[in-house]
């Protein structure tokens, strides 16, 4: 199947209803997220025993690429999406059993992988500092799934609470970061950092479920934009928060551990900077060739993100054969980034097969009526799943005429909710002439 064909056929399975534009911040918080780890993830190689590894960042030698962090540091986008999709869910027990059955099997698949070669490692005689690089690359990324696990359960809790209050919902959460940042250095219990991660994060979230519940007026993009940038600058300039967006050895702190507010007003400047466009990307992202990549960045959003990292030491470990490369294996200073950047195909081409071997992990699973499920095709050389599981995943019709969207929106709209956005303006997108 060429190109033009797969994007045409992936836009006819996509209804109409469907949010395209949520799904398109999704797909760049992820790439975001897999290059921002690419790029300030250095794992050096020390001259003298070139199989000890550690780990260095290049924001350490070059502060002023620290606004490059606002960039490529989304998961303030991701979570934002993650609470527009959970608020058009039905919720319920059985729509979070199947959203944690959904993460499970990638994640197994994972750990099947990384267990046991974490433990030949270390039998295999690694020095310390290798092993306890390669662990953080792998495992530290993981405790995203965490904080969305415990916001996606508390979704039934938020959604009363986000009806009421709109985006006002998220104050207590901002107060509770405000509170951890000054007591920053105090002598906090040593749950209080883990537990404040989801509260973090439950900023945007919650801002995703007031957009979804048609809760974020007009005006909320300019606000929302000029808010951020504004608390930004001033937490850096006047309270003396580290500008970087992500740890840097030698900071102050980190703004992502716990998140910091200096992490919530970048969440809500890329926020509001996304409402602002918003209503330009719908025409946009209505071309199948624009469409089919975002809907497929979806589709294997977690099988991306879980081995983005395992990429990246395949590439390091093989660059050991070479000595130290320039840009992969050497210290992250100097002209170290620009090495970096010629390393990114190479990057994306191990990850587009890891992506390929192991995405049938995620993919959905479809009944086929009679007991079994339907199985994983091949379609020009990639994994795919079937017709029906595609159509699915996008939001395709059951035989009940209920619009499922598993993925992406994760929601069920009946004919009544159908019926309620074709009276909107911009109905065809779940209402951007309502943002």
């Known amino acids: 199947m060429n190109p033009a064909t797969f994007a045409a056929r992936v836009a006819a399975r996509t209804p109409a209803h469907r949010d395209r534009t949520v799904d398109a911040l999704r797909a760049v918080s992820i790439a975001g997220v897999i290059l921002g780890h690419w790029l300030v993830s250095a794992v050096v190689s020390d001259p003298y025993q070139p199989s000890e590894l550690h780990g260095e960042s290049p924001l350490t030698y070059a502060g002023h690429l620290a606004p490059f962090s606002w960039l490529l540091q989304t998961l303030g986008p991701f979570f934002f999406a993650a609470g527009y999709a959970a608020a058009r869910s039905t919720g319920g027990g059985p729509w979070l059993r199947r959203r944690v059955r959904r993460l499970a099997r990638p994640v197994l698949a994972f750990a099947a992988v990384w267990v046991p070669a974490l433990a030949v490692l270390g039998a295999a005689g690694a020095p310390d500092r290798t092993r306890h690089v390669v662990e953080s690359l792998v495992t530290h990324p993981l405790w995203f799934l965490l904080a969305y696990l415990v916001l996606t359960a508390l979704t039934p809790v938020l959604r009363p609470l986000v009806a009421r209050a709109g985006p006002w919902a998220v104050l207590p959460a901002l107060a509770l970061v405000a509170v951890t940042d000054a007591l920053r250095g105090a002598d906090l219990p040593s749950w209080w950092a883990p537990a404040m991660v989801p509260v973090g994060w439950a900023v945007p979230y919650l801002?995703?479920?007031?957009?979804?519940?048609?809760?974020?007026?007009?005006?909320?993009?300019?606000?929302?934009?000029?808010?951020?940038?504004?608390?930004?600058?001033?937490?850096?300039?006047?309270?003396?928060?580290?500008?970087?967006?992500?740890?840097?050895?030698?900071?102050?702190?980190?703004?992502?551990?716990?998140?910091?507010?200096?992490?919530?007003?970048?969440?809500?400047?890329?926020?509001?900077?996304?409402?602002?466009?918003?209503?330009?990307?719908?025409?946009?992202?209505?071309?199948?060739?624009?469409?089919?990549?975002?809907?497929?960045?979806?589709?294997?959003?977690?099988?991306?993100?879980?081995?983005?990292?395992?990429?990246?030491?395949?590439?390091?470990?093989?660059?050991?054969?070479?000595?130290?490369?320039?840009?992969?294996?050497?210290?992250?200073?100097?002209?170290?980034?620009?090495?970096?950047?010629?390393?990114?195909?190479?990057?994306?081409?191990?990850?587009?097969?890891?992506?390929?071997?192991?995405?049938?992990?995620?993919?959905?699973?479809?009944?086929?009526?009679?007991?079994?499920?339907?199985?994983?095709?091949?379609?020009?050389?990639?994994?795919?799943?079937?017709?029906?599981?595609?159509?699915?995943?996008?939001?395709?019709?059951?035989?009940?005429?209920?619009?499922?969207?598993?993925?992406?929106?994760?929601?069920?709209?009946?004919?009544?909710?159908?019926?309620?956005?074709?009276?909107?303006?911009?109905?065809?997108?779940?209402?951007?002439?309502?943002?």
């Open 207 to 435: 801002l995703g479920m007031a957009l979804a519940g048609d809760r974020l007026g007009r005006r909320a993009g300019p606000v929302l934009l000029t808010a951020g940038i504004v608390g930004g600058a001033l937490l850096v300039l006047a309270a003396g928060y580290p500008a970087s967006a992500v740890g840097v050895p030698g900071d102050r702190f980190s703004n992502l551990d716990p998140p910091s507010l200096f992490a919530m007003a970048l969440a809500l400047a890329q926020v509001g900077l996304f409402l602002l466009v918003r209503p330009r990307l719908v025409a946009v992202l209505r071309r199948p060739a624009v469409w089919a990549p975002v809907a497929v960045a979806n589709l294997a959003a977690m099988t991306l993100f879980l081995w983005h990292q395992t990429a990246l030491l395949l590439v390091t470990f093989a660059g050991l054969l070479a000595g130290r490369p320039a840009g992969l294996l050497d210290a992250p200073d100097g002209a170290w980034p620009l090495a970096r950047l010629l390393w990114l195909p190479v990057l994306a081409l191990v990850l587009a097969v890891l992506t390929m071997v192991f995405h049938r992990f995620e993919a959905p699973r479809v009944p086929s009526g009679r007991g079994t499920e339907l199985p994983v095709r091949r379609v020009g050389g990639l994994e795919r799943v079937g017709e029906q599981a595609l159509e699915r995943e996008l939001g395709g019709a059951d035989e009940r005429g209920v619009v499922t969207e598993d993925r992406g929106a994760q929601a069920q709209v009946f004919p009544a909710d159908r019926q309620r956005h074709a009276e909107q303006p911009g109905a065809h997108v779940g209402g951007v002439g309502e943002v």
